[in-house]
Nanobody, 120 residues
Framework: QVQLVESGGGLVQPGGSLRLSCAVSGTIFSIYPMGWYRQAPGKQRELVASITSGGWKHYADSVKGRFTIDKNNGKNEVYLQMSSLKPEDTAVYYC??????????????WGQGTQVTVSS
């Protein structure tokens, strides 16, 4: 059974940094590309970063150069290092299976997410 547990969100000033973590149980971690998604109020959930099982990383244009996705295979964890944060990065962040080419849609199960608020 898959479990996704996100953590690390909080309130940060513009220009600040946060590191999100996602603990993944189940086999999806080693088989599929994993991604970080976010959903801002009134907007659709969007994929912002993904990492393949082989470690290839891809980013949405809106976060490229500011966010870095990584993973620890031994711990079954995925991370999102966010820097130079902007108010428009404010959203609930989730991890799930994902790839930008659409080959791997997210699972129907979602964790609780972690709130990131960027405000002065």
């Amino acid at each position: 059974q898959v479990q996704l547990v996100e953590s690390g969100g909080g309130l940060v000033q513009p220009g600040g940094s946060l590191r999100l973590s996602c603990a993944v149980s189940g086999t999806i971690f080693s088989i599929y590309p994993m991604g970080w998604y976010r959903q801002a109020p009134g907007k659709q959930r969007e994929l912002v970063a993904s990492i393949t099982s082989g470690g290839w990383k891809h980013y949405a244009d809106s976060v490229k150069g500011r966010f870095t996705i990584d993973k620890n295979n031994g711990k079954n964890e995925v991370y999102l290092q966010m820097s130079s944060l902007k108010p428009e990065d404010t959203a609930v962040y989730y991890c799930n299976r994902g790839s930008f080419d659409g080959s791997f849609a997210p699972l129907s199960y979602w964790g609780q997410g972690t709130q990131v608020t960027v405000s002065s």
